[in-house]
């Protein structure tokens, strides 16, 4: 398994809250972000919470200048953060648009551009997006949602091509319904109907992704780059 420092946005709950945990626990020194303060009380003392908006390129710039003089530069990022702003699109807001897009693409792209570099100069790093099944499949109500996610596909392979020869990867995971904050909203005859358009027949759990996400860090999946990898249940299949 490499071994090295994480960078995982979004991290204070859900999917990222899970990552940085299981990463923490696994011996990873582990910076994980949120636009909040935030603290997990299960991560051990390899856990690091930072307060950041990914959005703001100077925020990153002041993070970044922090943990290269902590020596704590990642050599793995985790391009977790995301915000929902759902709304059928004759309805949807200019800014419900613009701050999907900013934080769910704009935000892996300030991230990743920063980061990349150091990876670069060692010859090794990994770089794994959380996207989303509806990227792939689309959803109504989330064409701003949706859009962002399907961005990252793009993304993931375009980038996957440039940094190959630097022993680097780029790969996305694009989870289907996961019992998270995100789909707490759902009732019960919600999740009845998407249950049933699920062959495994049961909603995710964070560690169904966490699981993958720590795959893909490690030295197992070094041959695996440009890929999107639906964790859904098989929801959706080509």
């Known amino acids: 398994m490499i071994k090295g ?20 626990n696994n011996g990873f020194k582990v910076i994980g972000t949120s636009r909040n303060e935030f603290s997990i009380a299960d991560c051990n003392d390899n856990f690091i919470p930072l307060k950041l908006d990914i959005t703001s390129r ?19 990022l985790i391009n977790n953060a995301g915000i929902t702003a759902d709304q059928i699109f004759m309805r949807m807001k200019d800014e419900d648009w613009d ?3 900013e934080t769910n693409l704009t935000g892996t792209f300030n991230l990743s551009k920063i980061f990349i570099k ?23 109500g989330q064409v701003n949602y949706a859009s962002s996610k399907a961005a990252l596909s793009g993304f993931t392979k375009s980038l ?4 190959g020869s630097r022993n680097i990867t780029v790969n996305s995971v694009a989870p289907g319904y996961i019992d998270t904050d995100m789909t707490s909203f759902l009732d019960a005859d919600a999740k009845e109907k998407i249950i049933n358009n699920i062959p495994l027949g049961r909603i995710g759990i964070a560690s169904d992704v966490s699981e993958l996400v720590m795959f893909l860090a490690s030295d197992e999946a070094s041959y695996i780059t440009g890929q999107t ?6 929801l959706l299949m080509y």
């Open 5 to 24: 420092n994480v960078f995982v946005s979004g991290a204070s709950r859900g999917i990222g809250k899970n990552i940085a945990t299981l990463f923490s």
């Open 58 to 76: 100077e925020n990153i710039n002041d993070c970044f200048n922090y943990l290269k003089d902590k020596n704590l530069l990642p050599n793995i």
């Open 99 to 101: 701050n999907v897009i």
């Open 118 to 140: 150091n990876m670069i100069k060692n010859k090794n790093g990994r770089i794994i997006n959380i996207s989303s099944v509806s990227g792939l499949m689309g959803n109504p």
């Open 160 to 163: 996957a091509k440039e940094v």
């Open 229 to 234: 990898i639906s964790v859904d249940g098989g």
